[in-house]
């Protein structure tokens, strides 16, 4: 009886620790890197933040070849991810395509050199995998 008790313990402790790994349900883009200093970033044609390597040159420069373009962000903002839009109002981005005269500009930091990436569900409990393949068995 111990011994059961002991399990059904220990099992309960496991699930109350993973249930804090998660994001809470309202929090649908995750944490924030915030721009200690005002920072440029290099985005495509749509807005899209992309590599800094797409845009060739110094951060202080707006660069039109091949579609890639910097992006200033200012300081206290928000930095945006891989893929996350300069545009999207959801991310509260202060910042122009504009650099400001008198201003030095320093890349995104490296927590921020990142794509957000939502849950992917694979199945699991509950779910059938009796279509594996395709067919029915």
């Known amino acids: 009886m111990k011994k059961q008790l002991f399990l059904t313990t220990a099992m309960a402790a496991t699930l109350t620790t993973l249930s804090g790994c998660s994001s809470p349900p309202d929090d649908d883009w995750g944490s924030d890197v915030m721009a200690d200093r005002d920072t440029?970033?290099?985005?495509?044609?749509?807005?899209?933040?992309?590599d800094d390597d797409?845009?060739?040159?110094?951060?202080?420069?707006?660069?039109?070849?091949g579609g890639h373009s910097w992006f200033y962000v200012n300081r206290g903002s928000r930095v945006?991810?891989?893929?996350?839009?300069v545009r999207d109002p959801r991310l509260g981005l202060k910042g122009s395509y504009f650099k400001?005269?008198?201003?030095?500009?320093?890349?995104?930091?490296?927590?921020?050199?990142?794509?957000?990436?939502?849950?992917?569900?694979?199945?699991?409990?509950?779910?059938?995998?009796?279509?594996?393949?395709?067919?029915?068995?």
């Open 54 to 65: 797409f845009c060739d040159g110094d951060v202080a420069y707006r660069v039109h070849g």
């Open 100 to 137: 400001t005269n008198g201003v030095s500009y320093a890349r995104a930091p490296t927590a921020a050199n990142m794509a957000r990436s939502a849950a992917v569900s694979r199945g699991g409990w509950g779910s059938s995998g009796r279509s594996f393949g395709g067919g029915r068995s």
């Open 80 to 85: 945006p991810y891989y893929g996350d839009s």
């Open 40 to 50: 440029a970033v290099c985005v495509d044609q749509n807005g899209y933040r992309v």
